[in-house]
């Protein structure tokens, strides 16, 4: 089985050899090449299965780019937190994807089509590659790829909206990106190595010596990695940028590529810094404070939107805040709910917004006030909308609770119950602005008075899926709590 | 633009650029410079010729769609290069273990795989610059119309 | 004052922050598109200036192997090569923010961020 050990590169391979084969395939043989996607996406998801279990088994091994060890090359490193967050990644954007082929038939033009597959497969490849690099340079390359090509699957609806807010989006995610090389720089400049390992041993001693570089370091991290995932203070690009895109690519924005940037920012904090230096400057207490206020706010600013979409954008900014609040309570249990979370909400927040496509695609609405009583005529879109809104809020038997539960016991454990009034607080706000909704779309009485098109299977096959998934993550959580559990406690 | 100067001037130009570009990417892994640089100059040779004439002359140099055919292609000939490092046996990207030659310090055909992929991010580097220019300037035209 | 030499002994740190500011400041302050775009250009230099003068070593040869390398005293080849990656990410960067300027410009005919919003208010 010698091809086996190189599924971690071929995961990455696969990806970015169909995202350059998708322009030719499109032109040449257009049957194909939705479903060589299709294809390569699943290819990667049954590898990472397969790292998975490798990795239960053997625990955490290293892959060299090229043969070179490092110092010299690049080394792709798979831990239990890597391949899940890997895992996640790879599973939500082939379910979206299958939901995009029939959306985007309507919100694009025929000759981009090809091309928004290439963009999809660069995110996919580069999000795989965030998750699994152990390399400071090779993360800032693969960022910039992230950064353009989620740019990218925006702006290619070209009207003047998705421009303005992809515009936006890329002048900030560069100032981030700047400020990530900057901090590189900083930790080049006194360890001399690019590899975390290395910088990770390397550090103590330079701490000692060069005290400035390291707390400028941190400070750009927390701003780099604070503006791509929308951490409170830094969210301005999110709303306009994930309301505006096409619906399938909102739910790859949202669902993923912000979360792999919290994810980046923990791996930072618990593979890079040495402890004694995440214990000197108070890092996990600013992102504390960060989060809460995101979390706040970002259910505040929903609360006041007319727009759907747009709300489920700013809902985004209060949910990524729980997985900053996981990453910043620093407690097993915290991180563990924090990491639930960021599965949990990636399939509901990309449900919810593909149900707000198959809204659009069928009737056109986007104001939330138009919404009443189109329960009768979208039955099943609605119901999927209910289960997801009911994940948001946190009601029993959905996952939303689990993530809640984990974050809550975890605050507790440290000693801070103010944080679970915060998510308490939340939850209720959430209920506040998702609940007309949901009572208006069912409880009407008077008839819905838009036209409805007929939605294709192909949209809500994807959102069975999805309700299936919170449902089951709400219930049968002991796996993926256990797996977590076991992930977190090797990183501390 | 209808300028006797700058036509015979780039036309004159043109080959000697295209030339000192494919010399730089051939030298990539001797020299400084390299595919992204070698196939900047080359790009740039053939948006020279199509700014000084006229789209239809640098279209006949190459057109909008064998350059973006060859834009993919050179991307996917890099990681095709890659993975023959997989298919017998060594790492992905890997050059002497996946059995590339390596020959001798300073000739031309030397260093195995780096010589290849440098050959291939050529084509792409300079496929993209002239797709981008296309691209752009395709666009003002179908504004220029609509207005 | 000791402060201060340690400062002019490390100036072109202080000038590759220096230029960084002030990228960073012209991009989120400036409303005209293309100012961004090249204040962008100026914030990734910068960080590529602080490489590269990290990487030299004084009367060091350019890193071209020549001769075997305990022989002679070359740079760091290391943050160079990097930061060619790093300038080729930069302009890709540039080319599709221009790209979206141009995009920008046909849909509200002006690149001034202050005017598409008075455009976009009037709707």
Not at chain 1, 2 to 26: D, K, Q, R, W
């Amino acid at each position: 089985m010698e091809l086996t050990n190189h599924f971690p590169a071929l995961i990455m391979a696969v990806l970015l050899g169909i995202s350059f084969l998708s322009p030719i395939l499109y032109r040449w043989a257009r049957k194909a090449s939705a479903p060589a996607l299709i294809t390569s996406l699943s290819l990667a998801l049954v590898m990472a299965i397969y790292l998975l279990f490798q990795v239960l088994q053997v625990g955490e091994f290293t892959y060299y780019m090229g043969g070179w060890p490092p110092p010299y090359g690049i080394e792709f490193r798979l831990d239990l937190i890597r391949v899940y967050m890997l895992l996640v990644v790879l599973a939500v954007s082939l379910w979206i994807m299958v939901y995009a082929l029939k959306d985007l038939e309507h919100e694009l033009k025929t000759e981009v089509m090809g091309w928004y597959y290439t963009l999809y497969a660069l995110v996919v490849g580069s999000m795989a590659g965030i998750a699994l690099t152990n390399d400071l340079f090779n993360l800032f390359v693969l960022m910039e790829i992230c950064a353009i090509s989620a740019c990218a699957i925006i702006s290619v609806k070209e009207d003047r909206a998705c421009l303005e807010a992809s515009f936006k989006y890329l002048i900030l995610s560069a100032m981030g990106t700047g400020c990530f090389l900057l901090g590189v720089a900083m930790i080049y400049m006194v360890t001399g190595q690019m590899n975390y390992d290395l910088v990770n041993a390397a550090l103590p001693e330079a701490v000692e010596l060069y005290p400035n570089n390291m707390f400028a370091a941190s400070a750009l991290f927390i701003v780099a990695f604070g503006t791509k995932a929308a951490l409170f203070p830094l969210h301005v690009w999110l709303p306009d940028a994930h309301a505006s895109a096409p619906s399938p690519s909102s739910a790859m924005l949202s669902g993923l590529v912000i979360k792999i940037y919290a994810f980046a920012l923990f791996i930072m904090f618990y593979q890079l810094f040495p402890r004694p230096l995440l214990e000197s400057i108070p890092l996990n207490e600013i992102l504390l404070w960060l989060a809460s206020m995101g979390i706040m706010f970002g259910s505040i600013f929903a609360m006041v939107q007319v727009d759907l979409k747009k709300m489920l954008a700013y809902s985004s900014i209060g949910q990524i805040g729980y997985v900053f609040l996981g990453i910043g309570l620093d407690d097993t249990i915290a991180i563990t709910g924090g990491f639930y979370h960021l599965l949990v909400h990636a399939i509901m927040k990309s449900m919810l917004f593909m149900c707000a496509g198959v809204i659009i695609y069928s009737t056109g609405i986007r104001q939330i006030k138009q919404l009443g009583g189109i329960g009768q005529v979208l039955p099943i879109t609605m119901f999927a909308f209910t289960i997801g809104s009911a994940s948001m809020i946190g009601i029993p038997g959905t996952g939303g609770l689990i993530s809640k539960w984990y974050l809550a016991l975890g605050a507790l454990e440290i000693g801070r119950p103010i944080f679970v009034v915060i998510i308490l607080a939340s939850s209720l706000l959430n209920a506040v602005y998702y609940m007309p909704i949901i009572v208006n779309a069912f409880m009407q009485q008077e008839q819905f008075e838009y036209q409805v098109k007929p939605v294709p299977r192909q949209m809500l096959i994807p959102l069975f899926v999805g309700v299936a998934a919170l449902v089951f993550l709400g219930v049968f959580s002991r796996p993926f709590i256990v797996l977590l559990e076991n992930a977190v406690q090797l990183l501390f | 633009m209808e300028d006797q100067i700058v036509r015979i001037t780039s036309r004159l130009v043109a080959p000697f650029i295209q030339v000192y570009g494919i010399y730089v990417i051939l030298h990539g892994h001797l020299s400084p410079g390299g595919g992204f640089s070698g196939g900047a100059i080359f790009g740039a040779s053939l948006v020279l010729v199509a700014l000084s004439f006229n789209l239809e002359v640098g279209a006949k140099q190459i057109s909008h769609d064998t350059a973006s055919v060859l834009e993919s292609g050179g991307a996917l000939g890099f990681v095709i290069t890659g993975l023959v490092g997989v298919a017998v046996g060594a790492n992905f990207l890997a050059n002497r273990s996946a059995g590339f030659p390596l020959g001798e310090v300073g000739e031309l055909f030397s260093a195995g795989a780096i010589f290849i992929i440098t050959a291939f991010l050529g084509v792409k580097v300079a496929s993209t610059i002239v797709t981008l220019f296309y691209n752009i300037i395709e666009g003002e035209e179908k504004s220029g119309n609509a207005h | 004052m000791e402060m201060l030499i340690k400062i002019a002994h490390n100036y072109y740190y202080m000038v590759a922050i220096l230029l960084f500011i002030i990228g960073m400041h012209t991009m989120l302050t400036h409303s005209n598109l293309i100012k961004k775009v090249i204040a962008m250009n100026i914030m990734d230099t910068s960080v590529f200036l602080l490489f590269v003068a990290i990487g030299y070593t004084s009367g060091g040869a350019a890193p071209i192997l020549t001769a075997p390398a305990n022989e002679v005293l070359y740079v760091n080849p290391l943050p160079g090569s990097l930061m060619l990656t790093g300038i080729v990410v930069a302009v890709s960067i540039t080319a599709y923010a221009l790209s979206l300027v141009v995009k920008i410009y046909r849909y509200y005919g002006t690149v001034d961020y202050d005017e598409i919003c008075l455009i976009r208010s009037q709707e």
